[in-house]
């Protein structure tokens, strides 16, 4: 199954027809016809590209996109807005709320899959940023947010927890968490120091989300 794409659209019809047209194209496709039912399926999981209806029962497609956009850590992801509205100040103030694209209905279906693909192929383009559980890793800056705070690491830091979170859970030896900030050739006794003393500087780091970095005793460490 292809990317994910959430399609957030309250006539029946359309995000049918929305819903077939992508799946055929190989996405895997979800349907919500409210905002709520969106914004709870997002909570759990993320999508790589939204289709976002401006006119919503509910919880309106403009405050959805305002939500989406205040964390930092939901940028890697794309959002086209699928709307009746025409006016050029309509495209420019969903643009400003972060909007990446806009499709005005009726639209040609050709049309759709085309942006669709256009912004698929530039989300996979981003190899750089990785995300994980409420952690959102930028390599090519050398930065990593925690629920959308970026975190102050040192270098030293920036190596092991990424490493960590590359790992997506599962557990990274202590050798293999050395050998990542120091090298191949690091003596295994005295970096096991340095690294006990950089994973208590982490800890204090993530606050209250220290607790999720988690030691196996005599295995090495895990982001739970």
Known sequence: MGSLVYSVEDDENIATVIRLTLIKQGFDVKTFGDGESFLDAFSKKKPALILLDLMLPGIQGKEILQLIRQDKSNDAIHIIVVSAKSLTSDKVIALDLGADDYIIKPFELSELVS??????????????????????????????????????????????????????????????????????????????????????????????????????????YKIA
Do not use: W
Request: hydrophobic letters at 35%; proline letters at 1%.
């Open 115 to 220: 942006r669709v693909n256009a912004h698929i192929r530039r989300s996979e383009k981003s190899d750089d940023v990785f995300e994980f559980s409420s952690f959102r890793l930028d390599r090519s800056t050398g930065e990593i947010y925690d629920q959308g705070k970026l975190l102050e690491l040192t270098a030293t830091e920036f190596v092991i927890l990424s490493t960590l979170l590359l790992h997506s859970g599962k557990l990274v030896s202590r050798e293999e968490l050395c050998r990542a900030f120091l090298g191949s050739k690091a003596d295994l006794s005295p970096s096991s120091k340095a690294l006990d003393m950089h994973i208590r500087s982490l800890r204090k780091k993530l606050g209250a989300d220290g607790k999720r970095l988690v030691s196996i005793y005599g295995g090495g």
